[in-house]
């Protein structure tokens, strides 16, 4: 499918599908004015008639509308100008897309102007058209015999006026690279856990650096990790068969030897909780126990579609946690990278003990800025739900970036507290610290245990235990958090130029 940015007539555009605003009391945006006008005003009587009131998500299809070259013209609510949010334009463009998809229309026009979001910037409004109607196309049939049937839509553009080309061909060529990114990370989470191991995953990140100059990987196996002191990180694999990896993606789109920003993603590609098991129900929801380690690939990847001019470094901790008699066990005592030692009271949290020491590697790169992405836990979505993604950083400058991208992204996390008092429940009488704190703040505390890692550079943390993936009927990953990582790198390329 081919997105594409047009100017002209709206009356004279040839299309099998125009798409148009319409919103409560007869208002239409410019464009749906202009289609009007042509039509001699058939669109205000179809409104006036009553059959759509122009309320956020509404679809009306209009076969053969008079004036109009269009062979049909569908009407979209958009809503009162004070309800339109990102929220509600995004519903928008998902009923318009459900629309689409249904009538198996080879080519649509989206003719969407005038304020649609509060979002004043018209760029990202674009953007985000491009974004969440690309989302809507999203299908995973990689393990199904029966493959989906091809996708009928074949182009999808979108009418912009003269002067704003340029700037909706940015939002464009942005916009594609956020669908792509997140699509990747879906696809990688989706994957069943016997394909998608810690090797898969080095396999995959093999397979970006041949697809992109300015990516270079490196993959770290169970020696050399064991050679650099990694026996925090090791230690959650010992009961597997599948050896862990360190990948490492190395983007070079700055200058040369300026300073990278590092994204480090959790890559558990099976959680079980090992010797302190997991319950049996839903089990299978731990194989998204990488969707930390998806959304760095998925911002990686467009980052290098975009051509950023800064570096940017991905390293993924990719282990498989499973009980076994090699397995660790709860008392086990472990030295990381960093020469701290951990007691691991609960083999269930992981995930902080291989983060540790690829946060400690990543100290390597002298980084501007170093962000993780894990699904660390339970705890974060039972404070911030499936909403927001729990936010915890040593700098508060770095932490307002990340805020602010993820409402621009329309991905958004929530800040939590990294006090020094909730540091005390990690404390150990037999190591320099314990892996859990506790009930009491446990997604606080999992980010405190990280921070005794981080201490030499500016760091945040990211717990997207709750938004990586939808469970239910629609059971899925929802390619969470590319838009708000890729947002994040795309204003510090901004503000470095
Ligand atoms: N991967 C889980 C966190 C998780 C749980 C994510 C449920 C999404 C849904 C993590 O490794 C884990 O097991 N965390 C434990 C930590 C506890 C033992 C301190 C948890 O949250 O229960
Ligand atoms: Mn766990
Ligand atoms: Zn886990």
New binding site residues.
């Given amino acids: 499918m081919d997105f594409e940015i047009i100017n002209g007539d709206i009356a004279a555009l040839e299309t099998e599908c125009l798409v148009v605003a319409v919103a409560p009391e007869g208002q239409l945006s410019p464009a749906a004015s202009a289609a009007d006008s042509a039509s001699n005003g058939y669109l205000q009587e179809i409104l006036a008639g009553g059959d759509i009131s122009g309320k956020t998500a509404q679809t009306l299809l209009l076969h053969k509308v008079p004036g109009l070259t269009a062979r049909r013209v569908l009407l979209l609510g958009v809503g009162k100008e004070e309800e339109r949010n990102n929220r509600n334009y995004r519903k928008a463009i998902t009923a318009a897309m459900g629309v689409v998809k249904s009538t198996g229309i080879s080519h649509v026009i989206f003719a969407l102007d005038g304020v649609l979001t509060d979002d004043t910037d018209q760029y990202r409004q674009l953007r985000h058209l491009v974004e969440w109607s690309g989302q809507e196309l999203y299908l995973y049939d990689e393990t199904k015999s029966k493959k989906a049937d091809p996708l009928k839509l074949e182009k999808f553009s979108i009418l912009c006026a003269e002067e704003d080309t340029d700037l909706a061909e940015q939002a464009l060529l942005d916009g594609t690279a956020i669908v792509n990114g997140t699509s990747i990370a879906r696809d990688l989470g989706n994957l069943p856990p016997n394909i998608c191991t810690p090797t898969y995953l080095a396999e995959r990140a093999l397979e970006l650096e041949a697809e992109f100059e300015a990516l270079t990987t490196t993959i770290l196996d169970e020696d050399e990790m064991a050679e650099l002191g990694m026996h925090c990180l090791l230690s959650v694999g010992k009961g597997s068969e599948q050896p862990s990896k360190l990948v490492v993606m190395q983007y070079n789109g700055g200058v040369e030897g300026e300073a990278p920003h590092v994204l480090v993603g959790?890559g558990?590609t099976f959680?079980t909780?090992g010797i302190?098991l997991?319950p049996g129900d839903s089990m299978d929801?731990?194989k998204?126990?990488m969707c930390g380690a998806a959304s760095v690939f998925g911002a990686i990847n467009a980052v290098c579609e975009m051509a950023l001019p800064i570096n940017v470094v991905g390293i993924v901790a990719a282990a498989e946690?499973m009980p076994s008699g090699h397995a660790s066990k709860p008392g086990d005592i472990v030295t990381t990278m960093s020469g701290q030692t951990v007691e691991i009271l609960?083999t269930?949290?992981?995930?902080r003990l291989v983060l540790c020491d690829a946060l400690t590697y990543a100290g390597r790169f002298n980084p501007a800025s170093v962000v993780d992405i894990a699904?660390?836990?339970?705890?974060?979505?039972i404070a911030l739900g499936h909403q927001a993604s729990g936010l915890m950083s040593n700098d508060d400058q770095l932490a307002q970036q990340l805020l602010e991208a993820g409402v621009q992204a329309g991905d958004r996390a929530w800040q939590l507290p990294l006090w020094d008092e909730y540091q005390e429940q990690l404390d150990s009488n037999f190591a320099d610290m314990q892996?859990?704190?506790g009930r009491p703040a446990?997604s606080i505390?999992?980010a405190c245990f990280l921070s005794r890692f981080t201490k030499e550079y500016r760091w945040a943390h990211l717990d997207i235990?709750?938004v990586?993936w939808n469970s239910g009927k629609n059971k899925g990953a929802t390619g969470r958090c590319v838009p708000l990582l890729t947002q994040y790198l795309l204003n510090q390329s901004a503000t470095e130029e």
């Fill in positions: 959790k558990i959680d909780g302190s997991k929801e731990m998204y126990d946690n609960n269930d949290a992981e995930g699904t660390l836990t339970g705890a974060c979505i892996n859990i704190g446990g505390t999992a235990a709750g990586a």
